[in-house]
């Protein structure tokens, strides 16, 4: 016999079964890491870092060109500024200023020329600095070298090593050992030695004495 309180209707659900399941939780487990295994690791890294092979991308460090000099500087009928190279010839032209081993001047002007030799034909400069100079039917402002060569040509102040002017002239003349060979013209002449034969409007005591009067002069015009 069947109970007649039975029902074919399923059961209701209670308050308890309403309630969402609890999630289950799983606890990882964790294993203890020693001083001595991070050294490990760590000395791993930096060998694996180490290996790895050099990166290919291009670096941005720029290395400076050599300035190159060049062998040979050629002025014909022009003008430049500036010429640096090892043996510069001006022609009928004209430059600032020059820095080589050998400068050749002919029927053309530098400003400064500062060289090993300079040779001047027909020509001019203005600061010549070198350890020859050798003028030729030319015109030199101011030369400093180690030994000079004047042949009928002008130089108003020259300091020099040894000279040697041949129908030249030079205004003011400071050097270890002139040597005129032949007539010559120079204004004052301040040399430990001259040979030769030279027409020197003043020695050095006349520069001496001129420059005492000089001084005398300008005082009293002070004074007035």
């Given at each position: 016999m069947t109970d007649p309180t039975a029902s074919d209707v399923p059961n209701e659900p209670t308050e308890a079964d309403a309630r969402p399941p609890k999630p289950k939780v799983t606890r990882a487990r964790t294993s203890a890491t020693t001083k001595s295994d991070r050294t490990a690791a760590d000395a791993a890294a930096h060998?694996?870092?180490?290996?790895?092979?050099p990166s290919s991308a291009p670096t941005t460090d720029l290395v400076p060109a050599a300035t190159a000099i060049r062998e040979n500087v050629t002025i014909t009928n022009g003008g430049l500024d500036f010429a640096q190279a090892t043996n510069v010839t001006v022609t009928q032209g004209g430059i600032s200023r020059v820095e080589a081993t050998k400068v050749?001047?002919?029927?053309?002007?530098i400003a400064r020329a500062d060289a090993r030799d300079v040779s001047v034909s027909m020509g001019g400069i203005a600061l010549a600095k070198a350890d020859t100079v050798s003028t030729e039917m030319g015109g030199i402002a101011l030369s400093v070298a180690g030994e000079s060569t004047v042949t009928q040509s002008f130089v108003r102040t020259m300091f020099a090593k040894e000279v040697q002017v041949d129908q030249?002239?030079?205004?003011?003349?400071?050097?270890?050992?002139?040597?005129?060979?032949r007539r010559g013209l120079a204004g004052v002449v301040i040399a430990g030695k001259v040979d030769g034969e030279v027409r020197a409007l003043l020695d050095w005591r006349g520069a001496l004495a001129l420059g005492g009067v000089a001084a005398v002069l300008m005082a009293i015009a002070r004074r007035r």
């Open positions: 060998a694996a870092a180490k290996a790895q092979p050749d001047v002919r029927q053309g002007g030249g002239a030079v205004w003011n003349l400071a050097a270890g050992k002139v040597t005129f060979q």
